[in-house]
């Protein structure tokens, strides 16, 4: 039987912070344990109290003095783009013309597009983030390579073929019954295998016909748990050519709402220019508006008004949205996102952020029994953060004088240098996976070291 006893500072919220003093949304244990066995959860708490419990010769990872937290929970981002990060001077419709659709053809190649997903997952895994929700290209090889590259490494990974039939190059093009079929297919093949989870995946309103959203319609009614992802609000040019094309709709978001696409599983992607009456009709379906903040801020898109959601009964999320997002860490993105509310004269406490990276982006998504908490039966995805991890952190950490303080400094100036390890699973990941790549960038195979 494979146990593994994790020694640290242990930390994992129960509920969502009312303020930066609410000590009962999280639990802490100074000389915490996390009993690990066969990638559960087995047990949490003073290692102490759970060591006493355990076999003698049980073998133990011993963290101290970093924190061990839940895996971090990325809730939109797209792999394809993973090159294509940095693509310097454009808004939201000129980037995608002139960087983003350039690159996604690329993927029509299995062999590049297994080589980019295998770099995106060590990407994520070196940032902290143990699952993702992200979007793969029209081709249906794209989505193959990234479920394989997760089921390579133990991930739990929600992703989905693009469909799009209109408004892009006729290279990256599907037909209705062609996004249909091939989503269907992919579900078939990798919904529920392993920890792969499927989103159907209309990119958005522009680039989807009325006949194709008629068969995401008939797809997410045909299978009711797999996710749907799209885009909504981002951009005022998107809105403007959005509404245009569907011109019966009463706003963009009734696009979605006259096709049945909104609904407890559905993550639309950046929310920035939405009316109230848009808003509650997030909160009646349980949509969940995701939080880009660095991709927001990078195309110069707007800004995500949190407060408005929270006032309404909406559902949010966080996520990174690489690549318009600038950065795979979602300490960065966090960074990010208290500056895009602080600018509103909205505040984001440090253990807010915390739980928004964790349980609550585990909680947008309904797989807060599984991910986003240590709690026994959880999966045994955990990040091992260290709060002294760049020489400017650990000269500020001397004066830091409690967990939130400390919390705060690890969000402003935290980055892939702050993850001492991450478990998937309980298995060790940090520098044991990595691609293999010819000196042209084409891929040679996965390999991985052994502990």
Known sequence: MNELLIRGRVLTFVDEPQGIDDTASYRYFEDGAVFVRTG???????????????????????????????????????????????????????????????????LAGPEHA????????DELLSNGTTTAVAYCSVHTQSVDAYFTAAEQRGMLMVGGKVMMDRNAPEALRDTPLQGYDETKRLIDKWHGRGRALYAISPRFAITSTPEQMDMSRALVREHPDCYVQTHLSENKDEIAFATSLYPDAK???????????????????????????EISVLAETGSVGVF??????????????????DRLGARWSVATDVGAG??????????EAYKVLHLQGQRLSPLNSFYRMTLGNARALDL??????????????????????????????????SLAEELFILQTMGDDRC????YVAGTPMKGRIGTVAAADGSIVGIQ???A
């Open 114 to 121: 297994a080589f980019i997903a295998g770099r995106f997952m």
């Open 251 to 277: 706003d963009y978001t009734d696009i979605y709402a006259r096709y049945d696409l909104l609904g407890r599983k559905t993550l639309l992607g950046h929310c920035i220019y939405l009316s109230d009456r």
């Open 40 to 106: 559960k959860v087995a047990a949490i708490g003073d290692y102490s109290d759970v060591r006493k419990h355990l076999a003698a010769d049980v073998k133990i990872a011993d963290h101290r003095p970093h924190l061990v937290l839940p895996g971090l929970i990325d809730t939109h981002l797209h792999y394809p783009q993973t090159q294509a990060i940095a693509s310097y001077g454009a808004q939201l419709l000129e980037w995608l013309n002139t960087y983003i659709f350039v690159e996604e053809q690329k």
């Open 368 to 401: 807060e029994d599984r991910i986003g908490s240590l709690h026994a039966g959880a999966d045994a995805d955990i990040v091992v953060l260290d709060s002294n991890g760049k020489s400017a952190m650990e000269l500020r950490m001397r004066t830091a004088k």
């Open 326 to 335: 600038t950065s795979f860490s979602m300490l960065e993105t966090m960074d």
């Open 292 to 309: 880009c903040p660095t991709s927001n801020l990078f195309l110069g898109s707007g800004l995500f008004d949190r407060d408005r959601f």
């Open 448 to 450: 991985r070291e052994t």
């Open 419 to 422: 993850v001492a390890e991450v």
